[in-house]
């Protein structure tokens, strides 16, 4: 059973509007691409949708694009594709020493750039190896509140 069929909407290089207790904000979602020009690309098609002055969220399965999320004005990103490295071999602070640091410099946990912020969530699956070595699995929960 597709995420169609199931009901949920799949936001793809678009946004929508939400509204709830007086407060508005726009969550826009993106295709999963490879490079940053796609990813800004899309970006911008989903930040049409947007309404003026209002917080905007941002879905976005990979990290990497994050700047640019953040140059053109996104409040908060919500990523995961890393799974917090998986294998990690140490912690610095918020540093991991994983193989995934090879590929992003956003593994887990809480990012800022300038007043945008981004959390990239470890979820709860692997990939190519069926472990999870010093990074438990996390389900994440956000709570927004109006300013």
Request: aromatic letters at 6%.
């Amino acid at each position: 059973r597709t995420a169609q069929e199931a009901g949920i909407r799949m936001l793809r290089n678009e946004a929508v509007l939400l509204e709830r207790n007086g407060s508005t904000l726009s969550l826009l979602g993106i295709d999963d691409v490879g490079t940053a020009a796609a990813a800004e690309k899309n970006m911008r098609k989903a930040l049409e949708g947007t309404a003026p002055r209002t917080p905007q969220i941002l879905l976005s399965h990979r990290p990497y694009f994050f700047t640019q999320a953040a140059e053109l004005g996104v409040d908060l990103v919500l990523s995961g594709h890393t799974h917090g490295g998986q294998l990690v071999f140490g912690r610095l602070g918020q540093r991991a020493f994983t193989p995934a640091a090879l590929a992003s410099p956003y593994i887990w946990g809480l990012y800022h750039q300038g007043p945008a912020q981004m959390y990239v969530s470890r979820g709860i699956g692997t990939v190519a190896v069926p472990v999870r070595i010093n990074c438990p699995p996390e389900l994440t929960r956000i709570i927004l509140r109006p300013a």
